[in-house]
């Protein structure tokens, strides 16, 4: 059962995209219309569906006859924006917990960094405060700050509740927008979808020129800047995967050198991680606030934050690992980490997977 608001929210997008299916005259900007002229009638799961689509390129607002200030007041980018912020919390698991993230986004979350980090760092001071503040250089250096089984412990357990409550969530996604009579996903269908998240092909639009600015020109910067923030987060990813396997296989303990393959991997993610989200965040506190929903800015400013902070943190951990100020910046990017982790099946994170699950049937629906 839906509650009034959601009622409300659902309404609006189906007026929506019915004036839009009559009308068609932004068929050629994105893959929402393209779904959307498919359909003559659109059921709660259609336009959940469409609304993770949609990615708030704003090009549809301002070429729309419609939009304010004419009587229909249409504002696509917007309903749908909310719509799909809204679908975040419907499909979470465990589902009160997607609460804490909808209001004060940016505050909960560097709240929540720093009081890890602070529990941390007053673990280690009751532990042997002169161990946090001593230089320890070499194999095992971080290991002598806090012991690699209690750090592998609360990493491990953080991000085995975090994948579990994103495949839960994605899977009740998936399982909500999949049309009940087609046939699953083909190979062609995935490599299509495939293609399309790898490349971020529609925030170019289907025209190629990127997204629409308040001035109504066209740019592609916040295709770029998402691709430094995925493939950055990609390579930090895959800079974690090498590093176990040296630790667990090969024997060899962090840190490692600065030429080795999982520093060069980190480091490389770790800009792409630093230039990606300040980007986004720059771009986004200039952007045109009236297609947009402003009320949910604050899931997207603490989710990019995040990131950036993440990044910040572990690049002056490399930087000055073989200085006395190590067990500090360690205890602290542990501590932005954790967070990070914690709250990463309720921040701006899902978007990724939710809208792979869009292409995905979008792909399905083409080929
Ligand atoms: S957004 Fe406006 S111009 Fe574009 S299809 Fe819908 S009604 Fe037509
Ligand atoms: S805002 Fe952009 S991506 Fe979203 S429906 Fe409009 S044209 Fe498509």
């Known amino acids: 059962m839906h509650g009034t608001s959601e009622q409300v929210l659902h309404e609006d997008a189906t007026r929506a995209m019915t004036i839009c299916n009559a009308c068609r005259y932004c068929e050629g900007l994105c893959a929402t219309f393209q779904a959307m002229t498919l359909k003559r009638t659109f059921a709660e799961t259609d336009l959940d569906y469409l609304a993770n689509l949609c990615h708030n390129c704003t090009a549809c607002y301002h070429g729309c006859q419609y939009a304010p200030p004419h009587d229909f007041n249409l504002n696509v980018p917007k309903t749908l924006a909310t719509l799909r912020a809204d679908s975040y919390r419907r499909y979470a698991w465990p589902g009160f917990m997607a609460r804490l993230f909808e209001r004060n986004g940016l505050v909960v979350s560097i709240a929540m960094a720093l ?71 083909g190979v062609g269908a995935w490599a299509k979808a495939l293609r399309y998240a790898a490349t971020l092909k529609y925030l170019g639009g289907e025209h190629g020129e990127g997204c629409s600015t308040a001035d109504e020109r066209w740019t592609n910067m916040r295709r770029y800047c998402h691709q430094f923030t995925m493939w950055g987060f990609f390579l930090c ?17 962090a840190p490692y050198p600065f030429l080795s393959l999982p520093v060069l991997l980190g480091t490389a993610g770790g800009v792409g991680l630093l230039i990606g989200p300040a980007g986004l965040l720059w771009l986004k506190a200039r952007s045109d606030a ?60 899902v978007h990724g997977i939710y809208r792979f699950a869009a292409l995905l049937r979008f792909a399905t629906e083409r080929t």
């Open 115 to 185: 009081s890890l980090a602070l529990v941390l760092v007053l673990v280690f001071l009751f532990q042997d405060r002169a161990v946090l503040i001593s230089r320890h250089v070499g194999p095992g250096a971080f290991y002598a700050v806090i012991g690699h089984n209690l750090m592998a412990a609360v990493a491990g357990a953080t991000f085995s509740f975090s994948v579990l409550a994103l495949l839960i969530g994605g899977r009740r996604f998936w399982r909500a927008i999949a049309p009940a009579a087609s046939k699953p996903p």
């Open 237 to 253: 990813f895959a800079s974690t995967c090498v590093a176990s396997v040296w630790h667990y296989v090969i024997g060899v303990e």
């Open 290 to 349: 009236r297609p947009a929903d402003v009320d949910r800015y604050g899931m997207d400013y603490a989710f990019l934050a995040s990131l950036f902070l993440v990044s910040l943190t572990g690049m002056l951990l490399l930087a000055f690992r073989e200085t006395a100020a190590m067990g500090i910046l360690l205890a602290v990017h542990l501590g932005f980490v954790l967070a990070f982790f914690l709250a990463l099946p309720y921040s701006k994170f």
